[in-house]
């Protein structure tokens, strides 16, 4: 979307917004002021634009100088402003204004966004893995001290403070580890944190019982230390979810959050979607999404409805026509009276299917979990048996081969099973972030790793939903003057005229744009139409069924525009890269036969399904799933968004609905569909990795067993081992990054604007 | 070695200092915008952030600051 | 300067003054006969002194324009100054103890003038009056710029300053005249210390209460440095000191802990005042001025707020690596020992977070010789740490302690890391604070910076080499396992390396001299620079950004 050409027709608000941020609402724009503690209004803005300390101050100190900010702070990690507005009723408008002059494009950011940065669980999480820093710090001292040597009364000291330190620290860091553990055994399962939960209270226990006894052993440095790395481990695979998350909100486009109503005395009044009830009369402006399912009373306009029901091409509507939630209204004002309340729109409804798509892949057990249901009855029959052993072969001496069996516990403790996934993820997440993609959560990757099947959505995930000129006509006289009304509209189809011709455009005046039909004005003087066929036919010859959009000079011949969809980029080596590496991508498309067969048939894609409702793309994932196999959906409508819930995996472009964004595991912001396969290969490395991981794992434990069992474990070995195969863990999965260098690839594209309102 | 069971407690104190600070830190948003606040001191000389003089309506409860 | 205080305040400062000299009158009444009285003598004229200051301008006109809207900068201006003349007086002490080793005559047959008196002056001198002030002056600029607030008070600043000054005074007197507790860097007598405890207290409000007052919601990661710098010198200058005077009216003291049990008391305070006197603090600066002066921001902040976390829970623990092989148990030193190499990754991640914070501008050091002073003190510091963490060990300890190896570390961390990073940002800091478009001479800058550089150099190079050879001599046997060389013969061997010291440290003092010449000159001479750049943030315009914040 080029914002740069000007648009007479829409209010001088509109255009700014426009160079703005494409579509944006003006009641949207006001219900995202809230009254704060102080009474004042607060406004977070969305402001993408935002590259460095420059830009910050050059915000700040513009928004400061304004009578009515009172205070603004600018975040650039999350490239958002946090704005403190004299009054709560003030309009944000202005300032979105203010901001595009100075070259920002501002949306109000989401509304969840202000008390979502808090994010309590990640400083939790950071707060326990502190605390185990701490403790596993000074116990580590003491500890080293007791290995070379002190001995005695001060080693009864050392013991002392360690268990004094130990105790609170495992009680407080211990917590997600306990917590998440007793959730799975309620359910009846095994997690990794069962044993991890296990041998840390174990050791803790043992180590209490020696301390008081005056033993000489005691582990309570590894315990903690345990807890320090698991810790690392979860901190660092919650940040990385967090940081996805919080960047595909930064993408935020908003759905409606409310409209404005027509009241009795003829005056507009905001109010908030959950208020609209039917029969209301609304006031839909050019760029403003439909916030609830319409018909329309008066005026005519053109809808773009292609992330609703995936049509490419935009639809005229008038009064009479009904319109559904979600879909955007281009080019002119509408009223129109609501027919069902917001809960009960399309867009609730397809929201509503999502989420009863999504609880069939809850049945899905991460691979850590998988080898969890293993490892832990394993472990605890080997710690049982060398209890039980110990005992029979030292004549009932239970406080030794209690001892020694509680070492095995910690020796096998999982640390490096526990470490071993998520680091992997985490490494591979942050390699697809440089690419420019972002993945939900970790389980995302494994399951992309599986697919055997690929399906992908047409408009907007395969072409790029908007339209391009196949041929120019070869009037000089023509091109100009299409050229010069085409660039007075927002329009699509005017837009990819303009986009295409590059002659000098002419001079227009008397410019009037007719919603639905399009833009007529005088060209240098002439009279001339670019919209529809029939339109343009009225006052030229035309041919019996020409194709719109057409072109002509009042008394002249008109010409007609051959408009075709783009193939997004990269769509091509992608489809071939997955179909070469023996997986068959079928496409599931809401649009008309002709069109979906035209695109599949230029990208090689064999397997046709067009016309699809958002039930019909349902069906056809659950019958792909009945039949054993593992899908990847790629997709962005809304229509598409239920389809990507149901899928084993799914991915979508960072243009997509929010529904569709939401739904996804995996969002790519480059406009090239070359992402796709990239990912997949990473995820492939990942699961290779996971695999090495594992069997690092197992080889330790494989040469730390037997030590354990035969009671040679002293707490400087479990320390030392455990500490190295963590290490050795975390590097082996380092490499993941290295060998993302030997893939191509492209500079991580910034997330502009542009990509974000497609 | 009878000077470490003051030593240590005395060390273990400012360990727990350090921690409250970190805590501290923690709550009080210190770390959510990391790049942001690294930029910062490169423009905090420039201009007067605010005209030092504008006439604003008293807010309303001005000891939070405090 | 009066000009800036009302007269409430000038009535304040007076009566304070006039207190302190009271003291110092008691003092000298009650040490007649000792050098507590000399002492006396010396704090009764120091305040009265700034009491007539005071009193000469008590009605001259006062302030009219709002102080709120300006940064208070007297004191940090005072600061740098006060730094620049300690940094020339200790360098000369220490190019004179330099020279005295090579050349004993220099001690012109006088008591007071001998090695084992101006020592502790050279190193108080430096360390206290030269990076001590240096560290009060930059902090106050630094937590007034990174809060965007102006200090709470118009008193306590100076307080602090002058009154750490008379601590210096204090100490570096007391030296000449014989007083000493025998403890290194902690020579002062218990007076003195007592005084020093009050100052720091009152410095360590005044930073907490302009932090508290900031407008700005975040604290930029250099104030944590300096707070931690505060506060643990607070705490270890207490529990070293901790010693019961012979007499009221004496300057005598004695250690309340005894034997090995002192020697681990002095250092855990020895190398915690390596840690947050000569290294926190520094680092405060470095990731101030360095990022200001480069134009671009730390390469990582994370990484610097993590090193500092690992930093200050390393070094408390590291001390007995000065105790190797003495009456301390075996395990407190590998305790000490195991720290000091864990100690090198936080450190080194300090080191390489600067450097690579101007990877991408090379341009600008190699044209800036300020930025150049910052990149050299970041190699340094790096330089210096792996080589302490190296010494650290004990087999390695037992060749290097006792000899001039420790003196060539100590002065690759001191010259290289602490005296460099401080002259790189008293040459960014002059022309802001003074609002002068540049330095007076930036020819003189780049000599300074050569000079300090070779000086440097030659230092450190000469005494890793004596170091060495005094080590490895110590050590030789011959056949009949007797020494195969005398004490004397090893000093021989020395020589040549003092005369290079000297030499080194005198290229050193002159760029010393330099700075001090080029900052004097700047304020005299440079053009005012208009308009006058930077003001606090007025709190009511931005209170609401703080609810935000929580
Ligand atoms: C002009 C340059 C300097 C010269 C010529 C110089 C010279 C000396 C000399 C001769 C000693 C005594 C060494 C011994 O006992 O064998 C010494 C010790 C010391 N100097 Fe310097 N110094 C200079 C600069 C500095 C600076 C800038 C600092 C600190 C910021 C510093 C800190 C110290 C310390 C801490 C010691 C005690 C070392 C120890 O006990 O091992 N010096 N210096
Ligand atoms: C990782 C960091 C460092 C470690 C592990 C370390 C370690 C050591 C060791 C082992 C000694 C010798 C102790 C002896 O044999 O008596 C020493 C002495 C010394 N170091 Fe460091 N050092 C470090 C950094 C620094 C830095 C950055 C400075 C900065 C000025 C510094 C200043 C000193 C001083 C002044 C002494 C002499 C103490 C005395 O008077 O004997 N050190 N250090």
């Known amino acids: 979307m080029t914002g740069t050409t000007t648009q007479s027709g829409t209010s001088a608000v509109a255009g700014a917004v426009q160079v703005a941020s494409g579509p944006l609402d003006r009641a949207q724009t006001r219900a995202s002021v809230h009254a704060n503690a102080q009474g004042r209004g607060t406004v977070i803005l969305s402001v993408p634009g935002i590259r460095c300390g420059g830009c910050v101050a050059t915000i700040e100190r513009a928004l400061r100088q304004r009578e009515d900010v009172v205070a603004a702070r600018v975040n650039l990690t999350l490239r958002q402003a946090n704005i403190t507005l004299l009054d709560p009723d003030s309009d944000p408008m202005p300032i979105i204004e203010a901001l595009a002059k100075l070259g920002y494009a501002a949306t109000p950011a989401e509304i969840g966004t202000a008390d979502d940065k808090a994010d309590p669980v990640g400083k939790n999480l950071l707060r326990s893995l502190a605390i185990a820093g701490f403790g596993a710090m000074n116990i580590m001292l003491f500890s080293v001290g007791v290995w070379s040597g002190a001995d005695g009364q001060t080693r009864e000291t050392f013991h002392l403070v360690s268990a004094l330190i130990a105790v609170p620290v495992v009680a407080y860091a211990g917590q997600p580890f306990y917590r998440s553990a007793f959730g799975a055994l309620r359910l009846g399962r095994l997690n990794m944190d069962v044993p991890i939960a296990l041998a840390v209270t174990l050791a803790l226990v043992l180590s ?27 901190y660092l695979d919650h940040l990385m979810r967090e940081r996805a998350r919080s960047a595909v909100t930064g993408l935020a486009r908003l759905s409606p959050k409310g409209a404005m109503i027509r009241q009795n005395d003829g005056s507009l009044a905001y109010a908030a979607l959950a208020s609209v009830s039917p029969g209301a009369i609304l006031s839909i402006a050019e760029n403003e999404r439909v916030p609830v399912d319409v018909r329309i009373v008066s005026g005519g306009t053109d809808i773009d409805r292609s992330l609703v029901t995936g049509e490419a091409m935009p639809m005229a509507a008038g009064p009479g026509d009904t319109l559904e939630a979600g879909t955007l209204n ?110 939900k959560d970790g389980s995302a990757l494994e399951r992309l790793s599986e697919i055997d099947r690929a399906v992908f959505d047409k408009t907007g995930t395969l072409t790029t939903g908007m339209p391009a000129v196949v041929s120019v006509p070869d009037d000089a006289a023509i091109r100009s003057g299409a050229r010069a009304l085409a660039a007075r509209s927002v329009h699509p189809a005017a837009r990819a005229i303009a986009a295409r011709l590059t002659d000098l455009p002419g001079l227009v005046t008397d410019e009037t744009e007719v919603p639905g039909f399009g833009v007529e004005a005088m060209v240098d003087g002439r009279r001339a139409r670019l919209g529809r066929a029939d339109w343009v036919g009225e006052i030229a010859d035309i041919s019996q069924n020409a194709a719109s959009p057409a072109f002509a000079f009042a008394g002249g011949t008109a010409v007609s525009f051959d408009l075709s969809e783009t193939l997004r980029q990269g769509a091509g080596q992608a489809v071939a890269a997955l179909t070469a590496a023996g997986i068959p991508v079928s496409m599931l498309s809401g649009d008309m036969e002709s069109r979906a067969r035209r695109v599949a048939g230029e990208l090689g894609i064999g397997d046709v399904r067009h016309g699809a409702t958002p039930a019909d793309k349902i069906e056809t994932l659950e019958t792909l799933r009945r039949d054993g196999h593992l899908t990847l959906m790629v997709g962005d409508g809304l229509n598409d968004a239920a389809a990507l819930a149901a899928a084993h995996v799914s991915m979508a472009p960072s243009s997509a609905s929010d529904a569709g964004r939401t739904a996804a595991d995996f969002v790519f912001l480059r406009d090239n569909l070359e992402s796709v396969s990239a990912t997949w290969q990473v995820a492939r490395d990942t699961a290779r990795i996971v695999r090495q991981n594992f069997g690092l794992a197992i080889a ?59 | 070695m009878s000077i470490l069971t003051f030593l240590i407690p005395v060390t273990l104190c400012m360990g727990a200092i350090g921690l409250a600070a970190f805590f501290w830190s923690l709550r009080h948003g210190q770390y959510e915008d990391l790049s942001g606040d690294a930029e910062r001191i490169l423009h905090d000389d420039d201009a007067p952030l605010v005209p030092a003089h504008t006439p604003r309506p008293p807010v309303a409860t001005k000891e939070t600051t405090k | 300067m009066m000009s800036n205080l009302t007269g409430a305040e000038r009535t304040t400062a007076m009566t304070i003054a006039g207190f302190g000299a009271l003291i110092g009158l008691a003092m000298a009444a009650a040490g007649h006969g000792d050098p507590m009285g000399v002492h006396g003598w010396i704090v009764l004229a120091f305040f009265g002194v700034l009491f007539f200051i005071v009193a000469s301008a008590l009605y001259s006109p006062e302030p009219v324009e709002d102080r709120a809207l300006s940064y208070y900068d007297d004191p940090t201006k005072v600061g740098i100054i006060l730094a620049l003349i300690w940094a020339v007086v200790g360098m000369f002490m220490g190019v004179w103890v330099a020279s005295q080793l090579a050349w004993p005559d220099l001690r012109f047959e006088g008591a007071w003038s001998g090695f084992g008196r101006l020592r502790p002056v050279h190193t108080s001198g430096v360390i206290f009056g030269f990076g001590g002030n240096a560290l009060i002056a930059t902090s106050y600029h630094i937590m007034q710029r990174t809060s ?14 002058l009154g750490f000054n008379l601590f210096c005074i204090l100490a570096a007197s007391g030296y000449v005249m014989g007083v000493t507790q025998s403890k290194e860097y902690a020579e002062a007598e218990w007076y003195a210390d007592i005084w020093l405890v009050v100052v720091w207290v009152v410095y360590f409000i005044l930073y907490m209460r302009t932090l508290s007052r900031r407008n700005e919601p975040h604290i930029y990661v250099a104030n944590w440095y300096y707070l931690s710098f505060i506060l643990v010198v607070a705490i270890l200058h207490i529990v070293n000191n901790l010693a019961v005077p012979a007499s009221w009216t004496g300057a005598k003291s004695y250690s309340l802990f005894s034997g090995v049990q002192d020697a681990m008391t002095q250092w855990w305070y020895g190398h915690n005042a390596v840690a947050f006197f000569l290294t926190t603090g520094f680092l ?92 050299m003190a970041a190699v340094f510091y790096g330089l210096s740490t792996f080589e302490g963490s190296f010494m650290a060990i004990r087999p390695v300890n037992g060749l290097s302690h006792y000899t001039d190896w420790t003196v060539g570390h100590v002065h690759a961390g001191a010259m290289g890391w602490v005296a460099l990073i401080t002259f790189g940002s008293i040459y960014a800091l002059t022309p802001v604070l003074w609002r002068r478009e540049t330095m007076y001479s930036w020819k003189a800058v780049e000599w300074h910076f050569w000079l300090a550089l070779s000086g440097t150099v030659i230092y450190v190079f000469s005494m890793w080499n004596s170091g060495i050879i005094q080590g490895l001599m110590w050590r030789t046997y011959t056949e009949t396992g007797t020494l195969k060389f005398s004490f004397v013969d090893s000093l021989v061997a020395m020589h040549p390396y003092y005369i290079a010291r000297a030499f080194g440290g005198l290229l050193f003092l002159t760029g010393a001299c330099i700075c001090l010449w080029n900052v004097v000159m700047t304020i005299l001479h440079v053009p005012q620079k208009a308009p006058e750049l930077d003001y606090p943030t007025s709190s009511e315009a931005m209170e609401p950004a703080l609810p935000a914040a929580e």
């Open chain 1, 208 to 234: 209490l019982f020696e301390t008081m006894r005056g033993g000489e052993h005691v582990f309570f440095d590894a315990a903690v230390t345990l807890l320090f790395f698991l810790l690392v481990g979860r």
């Open chain 3, 148 to 161: 965007r607030a102006r200090m709470p008070g118009q008193i306590s600043p100076w307080f602090v300053l």
């Open chain 3, 284 to 375: 405060g600066m470095l990731y101030y001025f360095l990022p200001k002066r480069a134009g671009r921001p730390i390469y990582s902040y994370r990484l610097s707020i993590l090193s500092f976390w690992g930093i200050v829970f390393f070094y408390i623990w590291v001390g007995s690596h000065h105790l190797h092989y003495t009456a301390l148990p075996h395990w407190v030193q590998t305790l000490g020992m195991t720290f000091s190499v864990m100690l090198l990754v936080p450190s080194w991640a300090s080191a390489g977070n600067a450097l690579m914070t101007l990877n991408g501008a090379w341009g600008k050091v190699r044209d800036d010789a300020t930025l150049r002073f910052m990149m």
């Open chain 1, 700 to 758: 330790y434990n494989c040469i730390a067993i037997p030590l354990a069992v035969a009671g040679l474990v002293t707490p400087l070995v479990a320390a030392l081992a455990m500490s190295g195969s963590s290490i050795l863990v975390i590097a082996n999965a380092l490499r993941l990054n290295r060998t993302g260098k030997s893939h191509p690839t492209h500079r991580a594209a910034p997330i502009t604007v542009q990509e974000v309102s497609a």
């Open chain 1, 330 to 439: 281009l080019t002119g004002v509408i009223e129109a009276e609501a027919l069902r309340a917001a809960d009960e729109s399309f867009l609730a409804r397809m929201i509503e299917m999502q989420s009863a798509a999504e609880s069939g892949r809850g049945r899905y057990v991460r691979i850590a979990d998988r080898a969890a249901r293993l490892y832990a009855p394993v472990v605890h029959l080997l710690a049982l048996t060398t209890f039980i052993g110990w005992v029979l072969a030292t004549g009932g001496d239970w406080q030794t081969s209690a001892f020694v069996a509680i070492s095995v516990l910690i020796i096998t403790c999982p640390c490096a099973l526990a470490l071993a996934v998520p680091v992997a993820h985490v490494v591979a997440a942050g390699r697809l972030m440089r690419e420019g993609v972002l993945m």
